[in-house]
């Protein structure tokens, strides 16, 4: 009962279930023994993935990866070195503990001491570590919205230096556009892009193609029944097919949980779609409560209607766990979604947290309604300012990033990180993962050449948790133009506690990244990447 | 004695065998036990719900209507929550962290509340003590979490952060209020004859304390030990903020895995809950026979 | 024949002996002072000087004194107003549910029968459990569409239930005070037991003689003596009440909007998630100095010194 076992797509069921009757005979005693035999044995060692990255380490031949294995043979003469890191606690860790972490000690003999958080606690911890000095932390994940912030305040190091001495460029040089300028600010390069987290559309081709549907619709609304473009579209697809199916299936069911993710990503992403900016460049007054804004949540709280009763507090995961079992026709989610639909991670029993998928051949990839998918979180491996062995971080991140070593990882079920690279993008091995994986890899490539960003700038934390808040009370009540005045407020109240200068001029950098507004867009700026 | 008072029988006041008109706890009487069944019912709806998700394949734990008992329980949740999310670290880390915090608690608080009791130390050390359970957690995190982690290694040379000793040492100190408090109003209610008359005896008063005053405290010491235990067992902010890898508890990696960004572990959380609380019951077991003995008040009878 | 002290062991004082004997008060009490002191000291200091400088992550590394601009941000803000309100009523109704829960249930369980023992251990454990994961669980139990919370209520109402008790209040409160309660109420329930037995048989006896009936009994003869234990038991559960925030961290995270924060969790949001720590601390002190005030109101007539029970 080894969990790192890859099991091979084409085993039937029966060996799954198997599985399960056979724990149910011997509960606790055999579960207990295997799991501690399992624990101790390094099943890792065996997976494909690892013996893939293994081996653009450390051959020599056509599967080398220079990136990846000038990055180990440069940190060999750190052996013995203990690496601090922090990832999310829960799956994400479990990349540092299975896979990252024991490979590269295996590659270079430096030791890979975890802390966990929650992600709310994650950037508190980097800027406590900052704090203390005590050389605990040395290679951190830091998602983009806080990198102005560390940067300005000097949490983490510039490594345009390091990437120069380390012959690195060719890295850079393979990341999608939008996720290359995420890493840079100010002229610098601040760290290494590891996670692809832009939206898409996910539909149930079975049901968008059910003939007795399509009928009904043309019936009532005079047109064909399709995958939506615009907001107000979905809108009526997800209240049809609501109308027609429910309870057993809803149009759509996106959770609405505050903080799980965040009702911020699905408001700028919707917001910007509709034309709308966040704040006024000149004033810094906000521009979140206009009509647009007002519309915006009116459009979002249809989709609410739309959705399984008690959607408002859906967690992200149970969204998934209602989409997997067929509940609903139509989520906006991250990339993920895409490789737990079809089973393939099912047999590791990373993702025990999640129904088996019921849906397996029937999810059709598009761009989200408005074309401008929200690029939603994201991690970037940053190397503390406070490290005592910044090099050896830094060529931690380099090798956990190179193009072969991130293409094993954006494959493996339990890290949840997605494909970010143009290589990755294009290959051969993750197209054959399921059937519709490379029309997935075209979809996710063409939504980053159309996404728009988080909100990232000084005090993104505190914006983006205003607005959370006040769509939640919306969710509960509350009158649509109350609440978003109330959260304007508060935004302004923010924007003049840290400074009006500061943050105009902190805005009108982010204006200038690729995305940060419908109209310039990869695409638009003519740098849309082909797959 | 203590033990026979509450098992025999009751005559009088509340409880009583007596029957009595429009008493509302008559003998046997329906209502009470009616009382005491609902609130059984309140109490175990949640410790079922969780044992039962605890042994839920992933298919049932998102289903609906909810499932009352999965057909085909597994046991993947604990073999997940021990291993792969820090779950026996946790568990050894939180039963040492606690045992000993207990023990110092106990040792302090007692040797404190018996001096203020009965030698007069200060009637305001009383309250001081009280107030440090008052404080809300952020106003000290941040600068505890420097003192732990910079200042112990600039001043003393070790780092604190991170260590069980480190957690040993807070956790006493907020466990400290209550053990001082109940041994506090045990001793003052607790007629001091015996003492006096080991100490015209001719015992020191060192002695006083260790030969009959302790003894007899005993059953008071027992539930305050109880108490101090339960606060190490289920703190949560602290650990989260001032564990790395080496001294998670169990509450950290509970949180860690009801708390993540992108979803909630629920079969493994209730999987590790279930699990700590083995030592739980058998320490409620164990203490329980004295538990309520011991929060007697002027127990001795002279 | 032994005398008392050769039974227990005396041995001949020696100087040093009798040197610890004339101090052993401060003696006996210092350890515990030293620890607290020790490991407080410095970051009440430090807390205290937070308080009144600025110290945000965004606003950059310097330091300078502010006065009492912080207090005064914390007060400037509803959320913070709203905030104090709640943590009051909350504290308070959660405590007073669970001190007349725990003495129904003490009183219902003072005379033994068979089960006693064991329900006893039973009703112990939710103490033993985090309330971070008490609250974790609540939340599983009543969210739709998954919980089981609806199906519930549908078999003992007519009719089908879909309340959302997670987002409507009241239904949102009712379920934030059940988890307290449900956790918390063990708590009262032993030590009002343990005071409870501890009443001797006589005074009631005694009472009976008059011709008191029981309910005039347990006012009169009952609750008089059970007053030092209930109000330690009410003051250290509301103070710890007062500082409500695992629970609220993972069932409601605050929301909907700010419906459900407490002055705890706001100051954690602050303080700690945004790092404007300087306002948090300030905050923090307070919610110290007021929480301090009602505590002192409760506990001063068990701090007065009783004189006959000294050495």
């Known amino acids: 009962m080894s969990d790192e076992v890859h099991h091979d797509p084409d085993v039937p069921q029966e060996d799954y279930m198997s599985g399960l009757r056979m724990a149910r005979r011997d509960f606790l005693v055999k579960s207990g023994l295997v799991a501690a035999a399992a624990a101790a044995a390094p099943g890792w060692l065996q997976t494909e993935q690892a013996a893939a990255a293994i081996k653009a380490s450390t051959s020599a031949g056509a599967a080398r990866d220079s990136i990846a294995s000038s990055a180990v043979a440069a940190a060999k003469q750190f052996e013995g070195f203990a690496m601090g890191r922090i990832n999310e606690a829960g799956p994400q860790a479990l990349d540092d503990k299975n896979f990252s972490g024991p490979l590269w000690e295996k590659l270079t003999g430096i030791e890979t001491k975890l802390t966990e958080a929650p992600f709310a606690q994650i950037r508190t911890k980097i800027i406590a570590e900052n704090l203390a000095k005590s050389g605990a932390l040395d290679s951190v994940e830091v998602s983009p919205a806080w990198i102005p912030d560390f940067a300005d305040q000097g949490v983490i190091i510039p490594i345009d230096s390091l990437i120069r001495k380390n012959k690195a460029q060719a890295t850079v040089a393979d990341l999608h556009p939008l996720y290359r300028a995420l890493a840079r600010y100010k002229g610098k390069t601040w760290g290494f892009f590891d996670d692809g987290d832009v939206w898409a559309l996910y539909y149930r081709k079975d049901i968008f193609s059910n003939a007795k549907l399509k009928a009904a619709y043309k019936a009532k609304f005079k047109r064909d029944l399709r995958v939506p473009r615009g907001w107000d579209e979905f809108n009526q697809v997800a209240q049809f097919i609501t109308d027609q199916m429910a309870p057993k299936v809803y149009g759509t069911g996106m959770g609405r949980a505050l903080g799980n993710p965040g009702n911020q990503f699905y408001f700028f992403q919707q917001f910007r779609a509709n034309g709308g900016r966040f704040f006024n460049p000149q004033t810094m007054k906000a521009e979140i409560s206009n009509a647009i804004a007002v519309r915006t949540m009116k459009q979002i709280l249809l989709q609410n209607e739309a959705s399984p009763p008690g959607v408002e507090k859906l967690d992200f995961v149970s969204g998934w766990g209602l989409w997997l079992q067929g509940k609903t026709a139509m989520i906006m989610a991250w990339p993920p979604t895409g490789r737990i639909s079809e089973n393939i991670s099912q047999r590791d029993k990373a993702f025990s947290f999640l129904p088996k998928s019921q849906i397996v051949g029937k999810v059709g990839y598009a761009r989200v309604p408005g074309q401008n998918g929200e690029h939603a979180g994201a991690f970037i491996k940053c190397v503390m300012a406070t490290s005592e062995n910044k090099e050896a971080a830094y060529l931690f991140n380099q090798w956990a990033t190179s193009p072969s070593v991130s293409l094993q990882r954006v494959m493996l079920p339990y890290t949840l990180r997605d494909p970010y690279r143009i290589s990755h993008y294009r290959a051969p091995s993750y197209k054959k993962l ?55 407020r508060e935004w302004d109240s923010i924007t003049n506690k840290l400074g009006v200068a500061k943050q105009r001029a902190s805005y009108a950098i982010f204006l200038k990244y690729p995305g940060a507004t419908s109209k310039n867009t990869v695409r638009k700026l003519g740098q849309a990447v082909k797959v | 004695m203590r033990d026979a008072a509450l098992d025999r029988p009751r005559t009088e006041g509340p409880g009583s065998i007596r029957v009595v008109r429009g008493g509302r706890f008559r003998p046997g009487g329906v209502v009470r036990f009616v009382f005491i069944g609902l609130y059984v019912g309140f109490l175990v709806l949640p410790l079922y719900w969780m044992a039962v998700t605890s042994i839920k394949g992933q298919d049932d734990q998102l289903s609906e209507p909810p499932v009352w008992f999965p057909s085909d329980p597994t046991s993947v949740n604990y073999a997940d929550a021990l291993n792969r999310f820090n779950g026996w670290k946790g568990l050894e880390n939180s039963l040492i962290v606690a045992f000993i915090t207990t023990f110092l608690a106990v040792l302090l608080g007692t040797a404190a509340a018996y001096s203020m009791a009965r030698y007069r130390t200060g009637k305001h050390l009383a309250f001081w003590f009280l107030s440090q359970r008052m404080m809300p957690p952020i106003a000290i995190i941040i600068p505890i979490f420097l003192l732990y982690s910079r200042y112990a290694e600039e001043w003393f040379g070790f780092t604190l952060i991170d260590t069980r000793t480190g957690l040993v040492l807070l956790y ?18 607790m007629p001091p004859e015996l003492e006096e008359a080991a100490l015209v005896d001719g015992c020191s008063r060192l002695q006083a304390l260790g030969k009959v005053a302790w003894p007899l405290a005993a059953p008071g010491i027992v539930s305050a030990a109880a108490f101090a235990f339960i606060f190490s067992w289920t703190e949560f902010l602290f650990a989260q903020v001032l564990a790395r890898d080496h001294a998670v508890t169990v509450p950290v990696a509970l949180a860690g895995m009801i708390t993540f960004f992108q979803g909630n572990l629920y079969g493994q959380a209730s999987a590790l809950t279930m699990v700590s609380l083995i030592p739980a019951v058998l320490l409620g077991i164990l203490v329980q026979r004295h538990l309520v003995r011991g929060l007697t008040l002027g127990a001795v009878q002279g | 024949m032994a005398t008392r002290a050769e039974r227990i062991g005396r041995r001949r004082p020696t100087a040093v002996s009798s040197w610890v004997d004339r101090h052993i008060g401060w003696l006996l009490v210092s350890p515990a002072v030293l620890i607290v002191v020790a490991l407080t000291i410095f970051p009440l200091g430090f807390s205290l000087w937070l308080a009144f400088v600025q110290y945000d992550f965004t606003l950059g590394p310097e330091h300078p004194w502010v006065g009492l601009d912080n207090f005064v941000e914390n007060w400037k803000d509803p959320v913070w107003r709203a905030s104090l309100w709640r943590t009051v009523w909350f504290s308070v109704t959660m405590v007073a549910i669970e001190l007349v829960l725990g003495m129904l249930l003490a009183l219902a369980m003072l005379r033994p029968f068979r089960a006693r023992r064991v329900l006893m251990t039973l009703f112990v454990i939710p103490l033993f459990i985090s309330p971070v994961v008490v609250g974790g669980f609540f939340d599983l139990f009543v969210r739709r569409p998954y919980g089981v919370a609806n199906q519930l209520a549908s078999w003992v109402w007519p009719g089908t239930v879909t309340v959302d008790f997670t987002n409507d209040s009241p239904w949102l409160y009712l379920v934030l005070i059940m988890a307290d309660v449900w956790q918390w109420t063990p708590f009262m329930f032993v030590i009002l037991l343990a005071g409870l037995s501890a009443i001797p048989d006589t005074l009631y006896e005694a009472a009976d003689l008059d011709g008191a009936k029981p309910r005039q009994s347990f006012f009169f003869v009952t609750l008089p003596l059970l007053v030092p234990i209930i109000l330690i038991a009410v003051t250290f559960r509301l103070i710890d009440a007062a500082k409500l925030f695992d629970i609220i961290f993972s069932l409601t995270r605050g929301g909907p909007g700010t419906d459900t924060y407490t002055t705890s969790y706001y100051l954690y949001q602050q303080g700690f998630e945004f790092f404007h720590l300087g306002q948090g601390t300030a905050g923090a002190w307070m919610f110290l100095i007021m929480l301090s005030f009602v505590s002192f109101w409760l506990v001063r007539r068990l701090l007065k010194p009783v004189e006959e029970n000294s050495l």
């Open chain 2, 172 to 189: 006493t100190v907020f466990a400290l209020p209550f053990t001082v408090w109940m041994m506090y109003a045990y001793f003052r209610q």
């Open chain 1, 434 to 488: 399921w059937k519709g994986a490379d029309q997935y890899l075209v979809t996710l490539a063409e939504a980053a050449n159309d996404a728009v960003l988080d909100l990232s700038m000084s005090g993104a934390g505190d914006y983006a948790n205003a607005l959370d808040r006040s769509m939640t009370s919306m969710y509960a009540g509350k009158d649509v133009k109350d609440a978003l005045d109330e959260a304007a």
